[in-house]
């Protein structure tokens, strides 16, 4: 029994040793291994035509969206075979050339540049994996304790720690990405409108093997639903945007077309502001 309190106690060290680090520190450390896997994998890219349509849209979330971060947003276009985008702690976001090919409109990249920035902004990488170790030490714990032998609780604990990981964030973490996402669109002058546009794109698409941005994700018509409804129900910060697809700006054009409904013209259209109270609000909105 002492050699399972000395393993146990060994083990909460190193825990305790890499909690010791910061939010800050967990999360520049995370990004800048992830950016040098990217790198040894060769599917970094950093020349491509394709910066020509990502740099100015990424620019214009960017100036929304970094003072609501630790760290500047950069986004790297990477050679993967499926249409995806991801965000990684640190403030780094990847899109893959694929998606480049499958969106039809920069509002449509526009939506999920904005979503995945969501996430860094709401540190949910960090607040995850923080959650999968604390169930990781829990069930060590138990099956150190215990002899060695993993008790029916340990490998309840072990279970959840491995759905959590598999099933990547929950619904309800995705829906608030989606929402936020909206709002960054919103305030940057890019039509929300575009990432209900892109979940149609990938329903109607009918992937045997939906990318990362999807899977494990709610599903389509779920995420088109809710956003749905916030626009209708947050007229003061979606109203003014156009519904219809054929008002989206193609990836060939030049600029942007005027996103807003009505008379609205972008250099004339009120600036988004958040509602009293309403949860998706940076600070000082």
């Known amino acids: 029994m002492l050699v399972g309190f000395f393993a146990a106690a060994l083990m909460l060290g190193a825990t305790a040793s890499a909690l010791a ?26 020349r491509s035509p394709y910066y020509a349509i990502l740099d100015p849209i990424a620019a214009r979330i960017a100036k929304v969206a970094d003072p609501q971060y630790d760290f500047p947003f950069h986004f790297y276009l990477v050679h993967m075979s499926q249409p995806n985008a991801f965000a990684v702690p640190g403030g780094n976001v990847y899109v893959t050339d694929s998606m480049m090919h499958f969106a039809q409109n920069k509002e449509e990249l526009a939506g999920v540049l904005c979503h995945e ?34 008790s029916q609780i340990t490998n309840a604990v072990l279970g959840f720690g491995a759905n959590l990981e598999s099933l990547h964030f929950s619904r309800q973490v995705e829906q608030n990405a989606d929402h936020k996402g909206a709002l960054t669109c919103a305030q ?55 519904p219809n697809m054929s008002s989206a700006t193609p990836l060939s054009y030049a600029g942007f077309r005027n996103p807003f409904l009505g008379t609205y013209a972008p250099a004339h259209a009120p600036s988004v502001t958040c509602p009293p109270g309403w949860k998706f609000c940076p600070p000082h909105s």
């Not at 967990?26 to 291994?33: L, S």
């Not at 995420?223 to 007229?235: C, G, K, N, Q, Y």
Request: aromatic content about 10%.
């Open 188 to 242: 940057a002058g890019l039509n929300p409108w575009g990432m209900v546009w892109l979940f149609k794109r990938f329903e109607n698409a009918n992937m045997p093997n939906p990318p990362e941005f999807l899977s494990n994700h709610p599903d389509d018509a779920h995420r088109i639903s809710a956003l749905e409804t916030l626009f209708r129900d947050t007229p003061s910060v979606f109203g003014r945007f156009n």
């Open 117 to 150: 920035t969501s996430h860094d902004i709401h540190h949910d990488v960090y607040n995850l994996a923080m959650k999968n170790q604390q169930l990781g030490v829990l069930a060590s714990l138990a099956d150190l304790l215990l002899g060695g032998g993993r």
């Open 21 to 46: 680090l910061t939010q800050q520190q967990w999360e520049a450390q995370v990004g800048a291994q992830e950016y040098q896997k990217l790198q040894q994998q060769g599917v970094l890219l950093h």
